[in-house]
């Protein structure tokens, strides 16, 4: 079965902070792929990052980056800096490829409120 | 341009009173996927399409139907909505599942209220 759990429900931040957001799961496949989507108040579904099992590589994006450690089933978002238009929903989500290929899980969403 | 165009957007119906809900993507997507988002519980899957004619459940695909009998579309089809079904529904689409390139284009979503 597949799990994902991001723990922080809401993260509130003053502009320029950082925020770091949690998502732990539980998967029994070694090769599966996980995400992270934005949705902001528009609604949208905004794909961010994909990685997969096999690439335990951190990755930076602009502002963002993400740390993958497989030992502690654990893939965080960082947002450094953050801005007023990084106020969203953040989701992360895993798909397993060996077993259950086609089957996704999100975790239930960290809402982050980015004040000026 | 690439999209995943879902209708209608927004939906009030009474219960049991069956009613579809349309996805179609223009990607030539092989994979497709229906989510419901209710506050606190993040997108659950209620189905997914691997390709035309093969379709299967997701984590809560009770009191929904769907088919796969064109690439581009995959209608979610609600029997006999009840109130429990409000929420609000996205269409997903990718080449595949998941893989080294693929990731999910979302629809922009329907919200559906069943009285």
């Known amino acids: 079965a597949q799990k994902v759990t991001q723990a922080q429900t809401e993260i509130s931040v003053v502009e320029k902070e950082d925020v770091t957001l949690d998502c732990v799961y539980e998967t029994r496949d070694t090769t599966y792929y996980l995400f992270w989507y934005k949705q902001p108040l528009s609604g949208e579904l905004v794909f961010l990052i994909r990685r997969n099992s096999f690439d335990e590589q951190n990755e930076i994006s602009g502002r963002y980056s993400w740390n993958f450690q497989k030992s502690t089933s654990s893939f965080n978002f960082t947002i450094t800096a953050s801005q007023v238009v990084d106020s969203a929903v953040y989701f992360c989500a895993l798909s397993e490829v060996t077993d259950s290929w086609g089957k996704f899980q999100f975790g239930a969403g960290t809402q982050v409120v980015v004040t000026p | ?115």
């Open chain 2, 1 to 115: 341009e690439a999209q995943v165009t879902q209708n209608p957007r927004y939906l009030i119906t009474v219960t049991g009173k069956k009613l579809t809900v349309t996805c179609s993507q223009n990607m030539n997507h092989e994979y497709m996927s229906w989510y419901r988002q209710d506050p606190g519980l993040g997108l659950r899957q209620i189905y997914y399409s691997m390709n035309v004619e093969v379709t299967d459940k997701g984590d809560v695909p009770e009191g929904y139907k769907v088919s796969r009998k064109e690439k581009r579309n995959f209608p979610l089809i609600l029997e006999s909505p009840s109130p429990n079904q409000t929420s609000l529904y996205f269409c997903a689409s990718s080449l595949k599942p998941s893989g080294r390139i693929d990731t999910q284009y979302f629809g922009p979503g329907t919200r559906l209220t069943v009285l």
